[in-house]
């Protein structure tokens, strides 16, 4: 799943970690998720949404599998 985590992080002058401790994860997770490596639960990424005051569609944009 593409996002904008990077994007919106820096927006608002985070580190991963500050982003990491207000989400309630660790600062590896904010990592891979950045990466790509990991896709959130809908849950994190309600509450990642949130955290940048924005629809979850803002930052996560959903295309399916790549290989189709």
Known sequence: MDNRLREFRAR???????????????RQTINAIEKERYDPSL????????????????????EGKKNE
């Open 43 to 62: 849950e994190l990424a309600f509450k990642l949404a949130n955290i940048f005051g924005v629809k979850i569609e803002e930052l996560f944009v959903y």
């Open 12 to 26: 608002l002058d985070l580190t991963q970690e500050d982003l990491a401790d207000r989400a309630g994860v660790t």
